[in-house]
């Protein structure tokens, strides 16, 4: 049956119809995560109102995990998850205390993740395999293009001055709970696209059962590669989400010690560390500014990467492997080399495994048969959203104290993914069968 499918979407050729699922797709996907990395630079707008703390910071920056179970099919799964999560995001935006924020966003975006799954997989079901590689890492562009909407969003809004007293809820409304309003907005709308395109009708009733589906990916022959995948997903989205989430403070201690030339990457953020997470300096406009510039370049640069690497999407094996090379020595050095602007490279290139979620999800459609594919990105992406919420945690509790150490042992850790990714398919034998040879 799963040979069937490849060749009747290999037979019936590529089309515009396949470019507008594309587009549907990564605009759904793209509201999605901005959702959920929104609050990486909403959190230290919103921590005079709320009186937040580093660890607290922590938990609202994370990216929660959640998965919908599909038992209805694509679509209404889509729509169901993309409405409940701009709801919720909605009344999150008038959040009085850090309690309510906390679980008003963790029970939105379990909703909002299942749209960036079920996206991932209705694209790699819908394109035929010549194709679907490249439209997967064009999809993960609009993934890394939301940080750049939401730092310009940010930068609009935030330079706001307003103060409305809201008796009724004992808390005032300011420029990032309109922030937080009109992020949640962007996903309501990219909800209503998908009631009304074609491009998302599917058949109804994909699965009959959620454990029925779970089950299997955990026995033999999928086990293996469900325990491969799943390190894989988590290794490269918590090592770009983790430090994307301190990426705001480290910054701002960074350019605060920037005349400190004999000091490495650590000591720099360190020495003002404590100070970021303080009420005064973290609701000051000026640091806001240098973390949102800071923002829009980082995301501007992560684009265009990742385009520049879906046009080696026949290579993707090789792209996974090198990408995470870079990322692993670069969490090696960025504490050894004291120049300022090295360092600092160094740290961002760390983050460059975000461009391999798409890259790792496409292979989730190529090995698992058509009725696990959902649910295993699914449970997959969910795996790698704990490890980002574990590993916010870890390092927001050991940079202080064991700075240099966090880095070395993150280094670890996408070693070992290197050593993962070794044992894929080859790039070779996937070429050979998509040209037929």
């Not at 922590?58 to 169901?80: C, E, F, H, M, N």
């Not at 050894?336 to 461009?355: D, R």
Request: neutral net charge.
């Amino acid at each position: 049956m799963e040979v069937q499918l490849e060749e009747a979407l290999d037979l019936v050729g590529h089309s515009r119809h396949n470019v507008l699922i594309l587009i549907v797709s990564s605009t759904v996907h793209l509201a999605a995560v901005l959702d959920l990395l929104g609050f990486c630079v909403l959190v230290p707008a919103a921590s005079c109102d709320l009186k937040l703390d580093l660890m607290e910071i922590g938990y609202l920056s994370a990216l929660p995990w959640g998965y919908y179970a599909d038992t209805q099919g694509r679509r209404k799964a889509i729509i169901v998850s993309t409405i409940v999560g701009s709801a919720l995001a909605i009344v999150t935006s008038f959040s009085s205390s850090f309690e309510m924020m906390l679980i008003l966003k963790l029970i939105g975006c379990s909703f909002s993740t299942a749209s960036i799954t079920l996206t991932i997989t209705y694209l790699g079901e819908c394109t035929g395999s010549r194709h679907r590689n490249k439209y997967i890492f064009i999809m993960n562009s609009f993934n890394l293009a939301s940080d750049f909407t939401c730092y310009a969003l940010a930068y609009g809004i935030l330079r706001l001055e307003f103060n409305i007293a809201i008796p009724w809820l004992s808390t005032t409304y300011r420029p990032w709970r309109l922030l937080a309003l009109v992020m949640a907005l962007m996903l309501a709308l990219r909800s209503l696209m998908t009631i009304d395109h074609v491009a998302l009708r599917v058949k109804p009733t994909f699965w009959s059962s959620v454990v029925a589906q779970t089950i299997p990916i955990f026995k033999p022959p999928l086990v293996l590669k469900t325990l491969q995948l799943f390190f894989l997903m988590s290794v490269c989205l918590s090592t770009n989400n983790v430090f994307f989430m301190w990426f705001p403070t480290m910054v701002n201690s960074f350019y605060s010690s920037m005349s400190d030339t004999q000091s490495g990457f650590c000591e720099k953020i360190i020495s003002n560390l404590t100070n970021e997470i303080s009420e005064d300096v973290i609701c000051d406009d000026t640091v806001a500014n240098n973390t949102i510039y800071s923002g829009m370049a980082f995301s501007v640069f992560f684009t265009l990467v990742n385009f520049l690497t879906s046009r080696l999407a026949k290579w993707r094996k090789i792209v996974l492997l090198s990408t995470l090379t870079i990322s692993g020595i670069s969490a090696v050095l960025v504490d050894i080399i004291h120049q300022p602007v090295v360092s600092m490279m160094l740290f961002i290139f760390i983050q460059l495994s975000g461009i391999l979620t798409g890259n790792v999800a496409s292979y989730f459609v190529d090995l698992y048969p058509t009725s696990y594919r959902g649910l295993g990105t699914s449970l997959g992406l969910m795996c790698a959203r704990m490890t980002c919420l574990a590993g916010v945690n870890i390092v927001g509790g050991t940079i202080v104290s064991h700075c240099s150490m966090t880095f070395f042992g993150w280094a670890v850790f996408v070693l070992c993914g290197i050593a993962v990714a070794w044992f894929l398919p080859s790039d070779k034998k996937r070429i050979e069968l998509i040209n037929g040879v």
